[in-house]
């Protein structure tokens, strides 16, 4: 194993919420440093083109719909295997089958308001940083 980069957001239901605070502080006690974080609110076509892959699923427009309802914020996260040990921090897509002391299981409201973030592959993590951060801010 060694050192890697994965991205992660706090989605506009966590946000709102008040929770990103506590969501920031489970993120670091799994170990992770943040190389890069910042609020921003992403336009209908920034949604539509970080979600591209889901472009054809049914839950597609009520997920730009969601991510794009209230500020997010997006983080540049390091640890070793960082993206698998985020997802595992996060759980299941659904807090339904969230295992306990996950943040999915926490937090989220349902499949969709599902508080956070985390890219699934070395080169969505890429992508998905590259979409948010440049080159300077990942140092
Ligand atoms: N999503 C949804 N309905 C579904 C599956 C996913 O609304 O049946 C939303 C949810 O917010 C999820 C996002 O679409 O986090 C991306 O889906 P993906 O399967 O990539 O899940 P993730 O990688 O976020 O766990
Ligand atoms: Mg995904």
């Known amino acids: 194993m060694s050192v890697e980069r994965t991205f ?9 919420a008040g929770q990103a605070g506590e969501i920031l502080a489970m993120i670091q006690k799994a ?4 190389l890069a974080m910042r ?24 997920l730009v719909k969601f991510m794009t309802e209230g500020p997010i914020i997006v983080m540049a ?12 921090v996060m759980g299941a897509t659904d807090p339904a089958k969230a295992a306990e002391g996950t943040i999915r299981k926490r937090f989220a ?8 973030h985390g ?8 992508t998905e940083l590259q979409f948010f951060f440049s080159a300077a801010d990942l140092l």
């Open 8 to 16: 992660s957001a706090i989605k506009p239901d966590a946000v709102a």
């Open 31 to 34: 170990g992770f440093r943040i």
């Open 39 to 62: 609020m921003l609110r992403l336009t209908d076509s920034e949604a539509r083109g970080f979600y591209a892959v889901h472009r054809v699923r049914p839950f597609f427009e009520g």
């Open 77 to 88: 996260l390091e640890r070793e295997n960082a993206i698998g040990a985020l997802r595992e």
């Open 109 to 116: 409201s349902n499949i969709e308001r599902n508080c956070i």
């Open 119 to 126: 890219s699934d592959a070395p080169a969505t993590a890429q």
